[in-house]
């Protein structure tokens, strides 16, 4: 494990038996979830196998077997989208993105879009959201649009003391992508990055976002949106 590097009272010998008995831990967890899955009776509601196939890919990609990891996820990517269960999907989305493949960055579009667009948990939508963050150069318009969606979706949806905690998370998130694209570092000249960016308008920003997902996907949704947009819970007046 990288933290250990910096223990200097720690031997080489010492770190490397560390990490052999993390692996062999990680592996015995690995073993478990599949043991579950194959104990599931035949009627095991589906999002149960599904989250259990998700414990095991994030395990698959602990243990660096990146390939093995991408394979289960978009499986499950593709059952969780024919059930309906968003959040599996864009849980399946996180670690395709995260097991770093080819189409790995299309994944992360796929996985935002449907965070986006239906009422999952929002740390998770902004944890995809800042995934999309980390991967954009600094003075990207790409990262103040996603880090504005951010904060949109938490006041939207996050509830009780996650909200606070999300909220200042995703505030921060927007401070340091205003730095990273204008230097910006005092509250008035921050008020206004954030008007001339557009980021208080949602009509505004979020069809900016949808513009960079269409270029990081390239024409090339692994889904109907239109068919996917027409199942969004209708909201109640």
Same mark, same amino acid.
Request: glycine share 2%; with cysteine; aromatic share 8%.
């Given at each position: 494990?990288?933290?250990?590097?910096?223990?200097?009272?720690?031997?080489?010998?010492?770190?490397?038996?560390?990490?052999?008995?993390?692996?062999?831990?990680?592996?015995?967890?690995?073993?478990?979830?599949?043991?579950?899955?194959?104990?599931?009776?035949?009627?095991?509601?589906?999002?149960?196998?599904?989250?259990?196939?998700?414990?095991?890919?994030?395990?698959?990609?602990?243990?660096?077997?990146?390939?093995?990891?991408?394979?289960?996820?978009?499986?499950?990517?593709?059952?969780?989208?024919?059930?309906?269960?968003?959040?599996?999907?864009?849980?399946?989305?996180?670690?395709?993105?995260?097991?770093?493949? +080819?189409?790995?960055? *299309?994944? /992360?579009?796929?996985? !935002?879009?449907?965070?986006?667009? &239906?009422?999952? %948990?929002?740390?998770?939508?902004?944890?995809?959201?800042?995934?999309?963050?980390?991967?954009?150069?600094?003075?990207?318009?790409?990262?103040?649009?996603?880090?504005?969606?951010?904060?949109?979706?938490?006041?939207?949806?996050?509830?009780?003391?996650?909200?606070?905690?999300?909220?200042?998370?995703?505030?921060?998130?927007?401070?340091?992508?205003?730095?990273?694209?204008?230097?910006?570092?005092?509250?008035?000249?921050?008020?206004?990055?954030?008007?001339?960016?557009?980021?208080?308008?949602?009509?505004?920003?979020? +069809?900016?976002?949808? *513009?960079? /997902?269409?270029?990081? !996907?390239?024409?090339?949704?692994? &889904?109907?949106? %239109?068919?996917?947009?027409?199942?969004?819970?209708?909201?109640?007046?």
């Amino acid at each position: 494990m990288k933290y250990l590097e910096s223990e200097a009272f720690i031997g080489d010998n010492e770190c490397s038996e560390d990490a052999v008995k993390s692996s062999k831990l990680l592996a015995l967890r690995l073993d478990e979830k599949r043991d579950a899955l194959a104990a599931l009776p035949p009627n095991a509601p589906i999002e149960q196998r599904l989250e259990l196939d998700l414990e095991s890919g994030y395990l698959l990609l602990d243990l660096d077997r990146a390939q093995e990891a991408y394979g289960l996820a978009k499986a499950v990517l593709e059952r969780a989208l024919k059930e309906t269960l968003w959040l599996r999907a864009v849980e399946a989305c996180d670690i395709l993105y995260q097991a770093e493949q +080819p189409d790995s960055i *299309k994944a /992360l579009a796929h996985g !935002i879009w449907l965070g986006v667009t &239906f009422p999952i %948990d929002p740390a998770l939508s902004v944890a995809m959201l800042q995934h999309l963050i980390d991967e954009t150069p600094d003075k990207s318009d790409g990262a103040a649009v996603a880090a504005a969606a951010a904060c949109y979706i938490v006041d939207i949806r996050a509830l009780n003391a996650d909200r606070e905690e999300l909220k200042f998370f995703t505030n921060q998130l927007l401070g340091q992508v205003a730095r990273r694209h204008s230097q910006v570092e005092e509250q008035e000249i921050f008020d206004f990055w954030v008007e001339r960016m557009e980021l208080n308008d949602p009509t505004k920003f979020l +069809p900016r976002l949808a *513009k960079v /997902l269409d270029v990081i !996907i390239d024409d090339d949704w692994w &889904f109907d949106r %239109d068919a996917l947009r027409a199942m969004i819970p209708a909201t109640e007046d």
